[in-house]
């Protein structure tokens, strides 16, 4: 008997974010039958996005979820902005038992976040980790992936402007912290790798950019980028928490600050840089270095915008 091979449908959770969406156009653009599934699909006004098939669902709904995984074969998993453990752990339990009465071939997970090795009081952390066990044992064949900082952070509209106008780059991570500093772009390629990398699965990889490099040496590659001195300044991550809070609310903004108050602490020397050539070589990839990711991204944008 001859077993016919389903032909591939990728379901990708926060399809209307920055992660997710990049994750959805790579796959998309590269011909792949993709569905970016979002709360509010119809939001998100994202380049490539008529290649891909919005999906309305709920994370927190199972039913929503088993419509939504149906036919699906690979998934490329995110969680939102949320850090209460209860939710989380239900997102990802729903997701597991749709991705299971799914068949689905492969699940990805991506933390957005590295995890220290010692249990923390930070949900931050806590909750991206309780994820990750749910979605290892789940029974689907799984590839975790746990990225640095992104590059991304910095062409915003909170620090694109005092980077072009004034030469500061302003972050709340000490001067001295070694990070290996990735792009969005680049977390696309690595999630489409790990796809593929049989031997990954029911494993997990710490991935980054292609560049370790302290907050003084990426100022430096900004200065050359934008012809101009660049200066790093560490911002507090109080002041970083209450800017957040006004985005995205002090619930979230909590979350995410954790994870700074974590580094800030000086406990986690090496949590933001795994090796380049490791992760390249793990998934046979060319990642981007800070400088190529610079020079590409039209910075003329924030020039002359209020900081």
Not at 242 to 260: D, H, T
Not at 265 to 272: F, Q, V
């Given at each position: 008997?001859?077993?016919?091979?389903?032909?591939?449908?990728?379901?990708?959770?926060?399809?209307?974010?920055?992660?997710?969406?990049?994750?959805?156009?790579?796959?998309?653009?590269?011909?792949?039958?993709?569905?970016?599934?979002?709360?509010?699909?119809?939001?998100?006004?994202?380049?490539?996005?008529?290649?891909?098939?919005?999906?309305a669902?709920?994370?927190?709904?199972?039913?929503?979820?088993?419509?939504?995984?149906?036919?699906?074969?690979?998934?490329?998993?995110?969680?939102?902005?949320?850090?209460?453990?209860?939710?989380?752990?239900?997102?990802?339990?729903?997701?597991?038992?749709?991705?299971?009465?799914?068949?689905?071939?492969?699940?990805?997970?991506?933390?957005?976040?590295?995890?220290?090795?010692a249990v923390?009081?930070?949900?931050?952390?806590?909750?991206?980790?309780?994820?990750?066990?749910?979605?290892?044992?789940?029974?689907?064949?799984?590839?975790?992936?746990?990225?640095?900082?992104?590059?991304?952070?910095?062409?915003?509209?909170?620090?694109?402007?005092?980077?072009?106008?004034?030469?500061?780059?302003?972050?709340?991570?000490?001067?001295?912290?070694?990070?290996?500093?990735?792009?969005?772009?680049?977390?696309?390629?690595?999630?489409?790798?790990?796809?593929?990398?049989?031997?990954?699965?029911?494993?997990?990889?710490?991935?980054?950019?292609?560049?370790?490099?302290?907050?003084?040496?990426?100022?430096?590659?900004?200065?050359?980028?934008?012809?101009?001195?660049?200066?790093?300044?560490?911002?507090?991550?109080?002041?970083?928490?209450?800017?957040?809070?006004?985005?995205v609310?002090?619930a979230?903004a909590?979350?995410?600050?954790?994870?700074?108050?974590?580094?800030?602490?000086?406990?986690a020397?090496?949590?933001?840089?795994?090796?380049?050539?490791?992760?390249?070589?793990?998934?046979?990839?060319r990642?981007?270095?800070?400088?190529?990711?610079?020079?590409?991204?039209?910075?003329?944008?924030?020039?002359?915008?209020?900081?």
């Amino acid at each position: 008997m001859t077993h016919t091979r389903r032909e591939r449908c990728y379901l990708v959770t926060g399809a209307t974010g920055f992660q997710g969406g990049a994750v959805a156009r790579l796959l998309a653009g590269r011909g792949d039958t993709v569905r970016g599934l979002a709360r509010r699909p119809g939001r998100a006004d994202t380049p490539g996005a008529p290649l891909v098939t919005p999906v309305a669902a709920d994370l927190g709904n199972a039913e929503d979820l088993r419509k939504a995984f149906d036919g699906v074969t690979h998934a490329a998993v995110v969680m939102p902005l949320e850090y209460a453990a209860d939710t989380v752990a239900r997102y990802a339990r729903n997701i597991a038992d749709a991705a299971r009465d799914a068949g689905v071939e492969r699940i990805v997970y991506n933390t957005n976040t590295p995890l220290p090795d010692a249990v923390t009081g930070f949900a931050g952390f806590e909750t991206r980790r309780a994820a990750e066990e749910i979605l290892l044992g789940s029974g689907v064949p799984t590839v975790v992936i746990r990225p640095p900082v992104y590059l991304d952070n910095l062409f915003s509209p909170w620090n694109g402007p005092a980077l072009v106008n004034d030469g500061v780059l302003a972050y709340p991570l000490p001067a001295g912290q070694r990070v290996a500093w990735m792009s969005h772009q680049d977390l696309a390629t690595v999630v489409a790798a790990a796809f593929e990398a049989e031997h990954l699965v029911g494993r997990v990889l710490n991935v980054g950019g292609a560049e370790i490099l302290t907050g003084p040496e990426l100022a430096d590659r900004f200065g050359r980028a934008l012809a101009r001195e660049v200066t790093y300044v560490p911002l507090e991550v109080a002041r970083f928490e209450e800017g957040l809070a006004q985005i995205v609310g002090s619930a979230a903004a909590a979350g995410v600050a954790g994870i700074y108050h974590h580094v800030a602490s000086g406990t986690a020397a090496h949590l933001l840089d795994p090796e380049p050539a490791d992760v390249e070589r793990e998934l046979g990839v060319r990642l981007t270095p800070a400088r190529e990711w610079i020079a590409a991204q039209p910075w003329r944008t924030w020039a002359g915008a209020a900081d």
